[in-house]
């Protein structure tokens, strides 16, 4: 670290944004106003291709850093900056083939996607030669920025989905199987009230099947080690009220999207005009348009995760010399070739990459077994870049959903409300057709039994429109119900906060306006505490007294998870107490060392335990408890929580800690590049979906990125917030300046029209061509 690190050092490497820029390319002069929270609003006098050059040029000078850095993960030279603790998800993306997949799908676009695309990093390179300062990480590692081509944006936008959703739940039963067996596996899903069974691959005697599993464990590690963030977290959010049901008399559109809270943010504020459209919303660093939240003064749109399953796992069988892979009747070939990872401070690393007709090998064991990747992700051509241009002249519902034909990059529940007084929701995924059994465990590649049979149309992924009770909520719940004519999922997120949230909007009229989403974004009872309270209420006293103090303490709680309330904390601690509990007698905690599972952020069984506990307590499952019956496991967990500080307020032992990717490998400069979290309440289970890792600790590792409320057609009535602040620069006063108010689930004015913000501008930038 440079010596003179210190506060002046970040605030000189914050970039002007007043004044006039020459932006080479540009048709007509464009106008970049950003206002009181540094919010970039950005309006050309010309073309389209002129907005897309300035959002390039104005995300290259609030997030140059982390554009670059999520494509150095992207493409596996993370490492090259951050040394070995990246260099496992650098092997990974190698292994995926992210930059030939990236390539191949930005050579297909569509005229105006490829126009998008080309003029978005012209205006990215454009600052990288402006002569402006780099942003002070790059001054901290000795580095310059590099050069942007189209394809690097794709390479960002398919990072920031990787293998998110069933990999992981996937390997996590394959792990458990020998242990618990087929029966018991089945209930290793999130509390989502499935109907499902289990189904061990047809034809396959399950003892060897288990067997085989296990021959791969050797070839595990580097996938698991190589995740970010939690890779099964959740929390996100999104509803829309009718114009019957509504407070304002109009749609309203409210949400929340959650991840592993990553600095910067995923998503920057920002706002777009030109003769084509005029769109608000969050947008992608790194990525053109408004791939996920907006509104372009018709239509608005929001997303959360689907979890559809849009991943499979194949076991394969390869011959003696590595080079051929059988299929039915047949040896077919292996494709090989290898790449050299670059990590800072040690040699690099050459890695073999194998590729079967099913995909990528992910991992390799004994005797020939290998895991391979067919992902939606990487399969074959995507053009989801083609419907960002679309999206933005969206002018209804009926025609935002056509525009996203294609996606398929992540999937998505999209709901949207236009000013025609329409609300819809659109699962926008592509979903291969293959069996139900593909969903739950590694399948066998060389039977041509699980083999992908076309795609899901469009036309028939679940979507409603104008549904007759005014409402649509989702929060990654099941998007449709087991059964139906094609496989969608296995795992998703529990029903509670879908739930609490549409009881809400049933209930009270004020829920339904734009004040009343940010109550509902705010919202605290946890389903779950009540749920545990009952079986509590039920135990006799016990006769430890510590134990009895904290029962009493929980069954004169009100069941929220307010930052105030010891009552919380208090619950967490006895929660994750039978959590570890139920690890210990299922036998699965010993999982905690499995090559499958070995590596945090991979897939930790007590975490996973967490979300299986309250279906099996529900339904007086005892199985995996070893037949111990749940009161004396509840009054053992009393015991040991009881021996623990739960005298903290659920706030401060919930306090986030928000960490820069380079404090770990920098730590002295740490204080000055990580943000200081306040004291927030919510948990897993809440609609204020701030969790946490219960294998960890209390303290929130994801939570609500931003939040959001469209009144639709009042447009300056609507409001947002993101976590930390609209700047990726540690020096500037924007770094942060909205944390406040997200701790408190407030929001900020979300200003659209022009003459309001020329009158309240912070600061004004001209780009002339």
């Known amino acids: 670290m440079p010596p003179a690190?210190?506060?002046?050092?970040?605030?000189?490497?914050?970039?002007?944004?007043?004044?006039?820029?020459?932006?080479?390319?540009?048709?007509?002069?464009?106008?970049?106003?950003?206002?009181?929270?540094?919010?970039?609003?950005?309006?050309?006098?010309?073309?389209?291709?002129?907005?897309?050059?300035?959002?390039?040029?104005?995300?290259?000078?609030?997030r140059l850093f982390q554009m670059e850095l999520n494509r150095r993960r992207a493409l596996?030279?993370?490492?090259?900056?951050?040394?070995?603790?990246?260099?496992?998800?650098?092997?990974?993306?190698?292994?995926?083939?992210?930059?030939?997949?990236?390539?191949?799908?930005?050579?297909?676009?569509?005229?105006?996607?490829?126009?998008?695309?080309?003029?978005?990093?012209?205006g990215v390179n454009a600052f990288i030669a402006s002569g402006a300062p780099d942003p002070v990480e790059y001054g901290l590692l000795g580095a310059e920025p590099e050069p942007w081509e189209g394809w690097h944006c794709i390479a960002v936008m398919r990072r920031l989905g990787l293998l998110m959703g069933s990999v992981w739940f996937k390997l996590w039963r394959a792990a458990a199987l020998p242990l618990v067996g087929a029966e018991n596996a089945a209930k290793l899903?999130?509390?989502?009230?499935?109907?499902?069974?289990?189904?061990?691959?047809?034809?396959?005697?399950a003892e060897r099947w288990t067997a085989m599993l296990a021959d791969l464990a050797p070839g595990m590690d580097a996938l698991l080690g190589a995740a970010d963030g939690d890779a099964t977290g959740g929390g996100s959010n999104n509803w829309a009220v009718a114009p019957a049901r509504s407070a304002t008399g109009r749609p309203v559109l409210a949400g929340d999207p959650h991840r592993v809270f990553e600095i910067p943010n995923m998503y920057a504020q920002g706002h777009l005009a030109c003769d084509a459209f005029d769109v608000i919303g969050l947008t992608v660093p790194g990525v053109p348009g408004f791939p996920h939240f907006a509104h372009n003064g018709r239509v608005a749109w929001c997303v959360t995760h689907a979890f559809v399953d849009i991943h499979d796992l194949f076991v394969e069988r390869l011959d003696a010399t590595g080079t051929r892979c059988a299929f039915r009747d047949e040896w077919r070939p292996v494709r090989r070739r290898e790449e050299e990872v670059a990590i800072r401070g040690e040699a690099p690393r050459r890695v073999e990459v194998l590729e079967t007709d099913h995909g990528p090998i992910i991992a390799q064991g004994e005797g020939g077994i290998a895991l391979a990747l067919r992902s939606v992700q990487f399969a074959e051509t995507d053009l989801s870049f083609d419907c960002l241009p679309r999206m933005l002249r969206?002018?209804?519902?009926?025609?935002?959903?056509?525009?996203?034909?294609?996606?398929?990059?992540?999937?998505?529940?999209?709901?949207?409300?236009?000013?025609?007084?329409?609300?819809?929701?659109?699962?926008?995924?592509?979903?291969p057709r293959r069996p139900r059994s593909n969903g739950w465990l590694p399948v066998p590649g060389w039977t041509g039994a699980h083999e992908w049979q076309g795609w899901i149309p469009h036309e028939e992924m679940p979507c409603v429109i104008d549904p007759p009770e005014g409402l649509i909520?989702?929060?990654?719940?099941?998007?449709?119900?087991?059964?139906?004519?094609?496989?969608?999922?296995?795992?998703?997120?529990?029903?509670?906060?879908?739930?609490?949230?549409?009881?809400?909007?049933?209930?009270?009229?004020?829920?339904?306006?734009?004040?009343?989403?940010?109550?509902?974004?705010?919202?605290?009872?946890?389903?779950?505490?009540?749920?545990?309270?009952?079986?509590?209420?039920?135990?006799?006293?016990?006769?430890?007294?510590?134990?009895?103090?904290?029962?009493?303490?929980?069954?004169?709680?009100?069941?929220?998870?307010?930052?105030?309330?010891?009552?919380?904390?208090?619950?967490?601690?006895?929660?994750?107490?039978?959590?570890?509990?139920?690890?210990?007698?299922?036998?699965?905690?010993e999982?905690?060392?499995?090559?499958?599972?070995?590596?945090?952020?991979?897939?930790?069984?007590?975490?996973?335990?967490?979300?299986?506990?309250?279906?099996?307590?529900?339904?007086?499952?005892?199985?995996?408890?070893?037949?111990?019956?749940?009161?004396?496991?509840?009054?053992?967990?009393?015991?040991?929580?009881?021996?623990?500080?739960?005298?903290?307020?659920?706030?401060?032992a919930h306090r986030p800690r928000f960490v820069h990717p380079l404090s770990a490998s920098l730590p002295d400069a740490a204080p000055l590049l990580d943000p200081v979290g306040r004291a927030i309440g919510g948990d897993t289970d809440t609609v204020l979906a701030n969790g946490l890792l219960s294998a960890s600790g209390p303290a929130a590792t994801y939570g609500a990125l931003a939040r959001y409320v469209f009144d639709i057609g009042n447009w300056e009535n609507s409001r947002w917030v993101v976590f930390h602040g609209a700047s990726g620069h540690p020096g500037s006063a924007h770094y942060a300046d909205q944390h406040p108010d997200w701790a408190e689930a407030r929001m900020v004015p979300m200003t659209y029209a022009w003459d309001i913000l020329a009158g309240a501008a912070e600061a004004q930038q001209i780009l002339r061509p």
């Open 189 to 205: 899903r999130y509390d989502d009230g499935g109907r499902d069974l289990l189904l061990v691959p047809p034809g396959v005697e």
């Open 76 to 122: 596996g030279r993370a490492a090259e900056w951050l040394g070995p603790a990246a260099a496992e998800g650098d092997v990974l993306a190698r292994r995926l083939g992210v930059e030939a997949a990236s390539r191949r799908d930005c050579a297909a676009l569509g005229r105006d996607a490829r126009a998008m695309v080309d003029a978005y990093v012209a």
């Open 394 to 431: 969206a002018e209804s519902v009926a025609a935002l959903f056509e525009a996203t034909r294609g996606w398929g990059l992540i999937d998505h529940n999209l709901v949207a409300g236009d000013t025609s007084g329409s609300i819809g929701h659109l699962v926008r995924a592509r979903v």
């Open 473 to 589: 909520v989702t929060a990654n719940n099941r998007v449709a119900a087991d059964g139906g004519p094609d496989y969608l999922c296995t795992d998703c997120h529990p029903p509670y906060r879908a739930r609490r949230i549409l009881d809400r909007l049933r209930s009270e009229p004020e829920a339904r306006s734009v004040d009343g989403a940010a109550a509902l974004h705010g919202d605290t009872l946890s389903a779950n505490a009540l749920l545990f309270q009952e079986r509590l209420a039920a135990l006799p006293e016990p006769a430890d007294a510590a134990a009895a103090s904290l029962r009493a303490r929980l069954l004169a709680w009100d069941g929220r998870m307010q930052a105030v309330s010891e009552a919380a904390t208090a619950y967490v601690a006895f929660r994750r107490a039978l959590t570890a509990l139920l690890a210990e007698r299922s036998g699965l905690g």
């Open 591 to 652: 999982l905690a060392g499995h090559p499958f599972l070995t590596v945090a952020p991979g897939v930790v069984p007590q975490n996973q335990l967490w979300w299986a506990l309250p279906t099996l307590l529900r339904a007086d499952d005892t199985t995996l408890l070893g037949g111990l019956p749940w009161a004396e496991a509840m009054q053992e967990a009393l015991s040991r929580a009881a021996q623990q500080d739960t005298a903290r307020a659920w706030g401060e």
């Open 5 to 62: 690190f210190s506060a002046e050092t970040l605030r000189a490497a914050v970039p002007p944004v007043s004044g006039e820029r020459h932006l080479p390319g540009l048709g007509a002069s464009v106008t970049v106003l950003r206002d009181r929270w540094g919010i970039p609003h950005i309006r050309a006098e010309g073309s389209s291709i002129d907005a897309f050059r300035a959002q390039g040029f104005v995300h290259a000078q609030d």
